[in-house]
């Protein structure tokens, strides 16, 4: 099983490198963008122009910085699906006080953005959509959401196996 994550993993990559600029036609916004405080919130993330299915999920260890992102910077037990197309969810998360980084994508890796929500009020750049189009990011975004899709998928088998 190993070996078979770490291939599609790689042939992600490859996908990814080979056309990043798919991923500049979907992205993300919250309503808010900015918390008062650090703690508990409940947000309603939008989407636009995803041409797939996918997952939405917070990263509290990125420390709301998309170049910090790792595989094990998101929470994966905190997964929201969504459907192709534009969608909204309401969403609760714990932000951090450094802010939170969110991430939306589909599990072949063609497409992904992310977001960041602050603490204490958001200028001009808070506001705008991060769509993905940081090479770096989008590779360890979607081995991310890779991860989390296997986590999803495992789960789903244990329950039907059970």
């Known amino acids: 099983m190993k070996k078979i994550l770490t291939i599609a993993a790689l042939l992600g990559l490859v996908t990814m490198l080979a056309a990043p600029a798919s991923a500049q036609g979907a992205t993300i916004t919250s309503s808010p963008s900015s918390v008062s405080e650090a703690g508990e919130a409940n947000l309603t993330v939008s989407g636009s122009g995803f041409t797939d299915d996918g997952f939405l999920l917070p990263c509290p260890g990125a420390n709301a910085d998309p170049a910090q992102l790792a595989e094990d910077s998101c929470d994966l037990t905190n997964l ?8 909204s969810l309401n969403v609760t ?3 951090p006080a450094e802010g939170l980084l969110v991430v939306a994508g589909n599990a072949a890796q063609t497409e992904s953005a992310t977001l960041v929500i602050t603490v204490g009020g958001a ?17 360890v975004t979607a081995l991310v959401l890779f991860a ?3 986590a999803f998928v495992a789960g789903n088998r244990k329950l039907q196996h059970g």
């Open 80 to 87: 929201s699906p969504y459907t192709a197309g534009d969608w």
């Open 93 to 95: 998360y714990d932000i």
């Open 123 to 139: 200028g001009s750049d808070d506001e705008l959509p991060n769509t993905g189009a940081n090479t770096q990011a989008l590779l």
């Open 148 to 150: 989390a899709a296997g």
